[in-house]
């Protein structure tokens, strides 16, 4: 699994488990609602200060989101 892909997943999971919408998660990070759905489907490929904001949005690492399975 590349990098993008286990991103993507770990956004859509994270995301989940907080229960935030697309929407809340997008106005927390300062992006748009479409910028959100294009990373968890992998479609977007974050640039490095991207991926520490969703982190921050989230409440993890930013390591984490690219960790896992």
């Known amino acids: 699994m590349d990098l993008v ?3 993507a ?3 859509r999971k994270l995301r989940g488990k907080k229960n935030l919408s697309q929407k809340t998660l997008a106005d927390k990070v300062g992006i748009s609602v479409s910028y959100v ?3 968890e489907r ?3 490929s974050p640039p490095l200060d991207m991926l520490e904001k969703v982190a921050k949005a989230l ?3 930013p390591i ?3 960790g896992g399975k």
């Open 9 to 11: 997943g770990n956004v």
């Open 37 to 39: 759905s294009m990373l």
């Open 5 to 7: 892909t286990r991103f």
């Open 42 to 44: 992998g479609q977007r």
């Open 59 to 61: 409440g993890v690492t």
């Open 64 to 66: 984490s989101l690219l």
